[in-house]
């Protein structure tokens, strides 16, 4: 338990200090959107760690001192797609990251466009910024589609990103999957962490389950929860650092002691 709670630190310690210090040039290279979702990223798993060390509802309630291992299962499953999003628009394949960062954009700001027509009491500012965005969604359909045209890409997988989001038809599984995280820990972590996701009675039947625990088994849930964190975190870490460094980052990042921690998980989960 120890062990794993320790690596989480590490690994949380080295990558907000690492990316606080790489802002400004993420900045300067107008990499805004890759820098939101790292932000994201780390915000999720810094809330994670703060429910992970535990609560308690005392001021009301004498000894209630408790992990809320459901809040922080739910906030690992966000740091997972949020994972999976940048690895999907930036790491995954090099040459598609202008392509896929378009449909990303169009697929966020079509989304906008859905969820705010049903408000009557919009601003007039907020009508004005919507009706500048459906320019912006205008030039962004065409350059998507004439990259698809240009490089062969089936109209029908066109027709679904536009439609569905940039994730087309596909489920977070499906998606997941196809990420550069072990096939072994896709599985396992998304059986681990779906029951938590929703308020549907397999989740509630899951949180009674939890309370019956005893302190072994409960410090075993929390060793699971840090397991699967860390191995995120770490590949988090070994994908961030090479990307920016690829950008022309002049920093020779110490991740040794990481890679080697890695490696033991990518052993598990071969």
Same mark, same amino acid.
């Given at each position: 338990?120890?062990?794993?709670?320790?690596?989480?630190?590490?690994?949380?310690?080295?990558?907000?200090?690492?990316?606080?210090? #790489?802002?400004?040039?993420?900045?300067?290279?107008?990499?805004?959107?890759?820098?939101?979702?790292?932000?994201?990223?780390?915000?999720?798993?810094?809330?994670?760690?703060?429910?992970?060390?535990?609560?308690? !509802?005392?001021?009301? $309630?004498?000894?209630?001192?408790? $992990?809320?291992?459901?809040?922080?299962?739910?906030?690992?499953? #966000?740091?997972?797609?949020?994972?999976? %999003?940048? &690895? *999907?628009?930036?790491?995954?394949?090099?040459?598609? %990251?202008?392509?896929?960062?378009?449909? *990303?954009? *169009? &697929?966020?700001?079509?989304?906008?466009?859905?969820?705010?027509?049903?408000?009557?009491?919009?601003?007039?500012?907020?009508?004005?910024?919507?009706?500048?965005?459906?320019?912006?969604?205008?030039? =962004?359909?065409? @350059?998507?589609?004439?990259?698809?045209?240009?490089?062969?890409?089936?109209?029908?997988?066109?027709?679904? /990103?536009?439609?569905?989001?940039?994730?087309? /038809?596909?489920?977070?599984?499906?998606?997941?999957?196809?990420?550069n995280l072990k096939k072994k820990y896709v599985e396992?972590?998304? &059986? *681990?962490? #779906?029951?938590?996701?929703? &308020?549907?009675?397999?989740?509630?039947?899951?949180?009674?389950?939890?309370?019956?625990?005893?302190?072994?088994?409960?410090?075993?849930?929390?060793?699971? /929860? !840090?397991?699967?964190?860390? !191995?995120?975190?770490?590949?988090?870490?070994?994908?961030?650092?090479?990307? $920016?460094?690829?950008?022309?980052?002049?920093?020779?990042?110490?991740?040794? #002691?990481?890679?080697?921690? =890695?490696?033991?998980?990518? @052993?598990?989960?071969?």
């Open positions: 338990m120890e062990d794993e709670k320790k690596t989480f630190h590490e690994f949380r310690s080295f990558l907000v200090l690492n990316f606080q210090e #790489s802002v400004d040039f993420l900045e300067e290279h107008e990499q805004i959107v890759f820098y939101a979702l790292t932000k994201k990223f780390i915000a999720h798993m810094n809330t994670f760690k703060f429910i992970m060390d535990g609560t308690n !509802y005392n001021d009301l $309630i004498g000894k209630t001192d408790h $992990i809320d291992h459901s809040s922080a299962k739910i906030i690992l499953r #966000s740091a997972l797609e949020c994972y999976v %999003t940048i &690895s *999907y628009v930036f790491w995954d394949k090099p040459n598609l %990251t202008d392509f896929r960062l378009k449909l *990303y954009r *169009y &697929s966020g700001l079509q989304d906008r466009q859905k969820r705010l027509k049903y408000f009557s009491n919009l601003s007039n500012l907020h009508i004005d910024k919507l009706d500048g965005e459906k320019i912006l969604l205008d030039q =962004l359909k065409d @350059e998507v589609m004439s990259f698809g045209k240009l490089h062969s890409i089936p109209p029908k997988h066109l027709k679904s /990103s536009l439609e569905n989001g940039w994730r087309g /038809s596909r489920g977070w599984i499906e998606i997941t999957s196809e990420s396992k972590i998304y &059986s *681990y962490l #779906s029951g938590y996701t929703h &308020s549907g009675y397999d989740c509630l039947m899951q949180l009674i389950a939890d309370e019956k625990l005893d302190e072994v088994e409960k410090l075993g849930n929390s060793l699971v /929860s !840090y397991h699967f964190a860390n !191995y995120l975190q770490g590949r988090f870490i070994k994908e961030y650092t090479h990307y $920016i460094n690829n950008m022309g980052y002049k920093k020779d990042f110490d991740i040794d #002691s990481i890679l080697t921690i =890695l490696a033991v998980y990518d @052993e598990l989960y071969k």
